[in-house]
């Protein structure tokens, strides 16, 4: 799994920044990451300089394989709690996405074609 980070002028701090981001995003991710490809983590302060409220906006992308990408945001007061708020998101959107899935391959009514990939229920 591939995980890039990206930020806008007003957030610094960019290399460690992106390790401790990486790190939380794995964590969160870790019991789905065979089924992502790439996952993309857009951090921005909302109010620039200016500050007060959740002005830390966190948008994460994940890249299922085979599957349409899926996005969520998250805002928080600081950095830390915007990237744990957006990956648990994440986590919780790709998990309900895979048992969807599951769900859909489980009662089907057609036969599966030859050589899809089904995982057993």
């Given at each position: 799994?591939?995980?890039q980070v990206?930020?806008?002028?007003?957030?610094s701090?960019?290399e460690?920044?992106g390790?401790?981001v990486r790190e939380?995003?794995e964590?969160?991710?870790?019991?789905?990451?065979?089924?992502i490809?790439?996952v993309e983590?857009h951090?921005?302060?909302v109010n620039?300089t200016?500050?007060?409220?959740?002005?830390?906006?966190?948008?994460?992308e994940?890249?299922?394989e085979?599957?349409?990408?899926?996005?969520?945001t998250?805002?928080?007061t600081?950095?830390?709690?915007?990237?744990?708020?957006a990956?648990d998101?994440?986590?919780r959107?790709?998990?309900?996405?895979l048992?969807?899935l599951?769900?859909e391959s489980?009662?089907r009514?057609?036969?599966?074609?030859?050589?899809?990939?089904?995982?057993a229920?």
């Open positions: 799994m591939i995980i990206n930020t806008d002028s007003n957030i701090g960019r460690s920044l390790d401790s939380t995003v964590g969160a991710l870790i019991h789905v990451s065979e089924n490809t790439r983590v951090l921005s302060d620039g200016k500050s007060g409220g959740d002005d830390i906006k966190c948008v994460m994940a890249r299922l085979g599957r349409t990408p899926v996005a969520v998250h805002h928080a600081n950095l830390d709690q915007s990237v744990e708020g990956a998101k994440l986590s959107l790709i998990q309900n996405t048992e969807k599951r769900d489980r009662h009514t057609d036969p599966i074609p030859p050589g899809a990939n089904v995982e229920g």
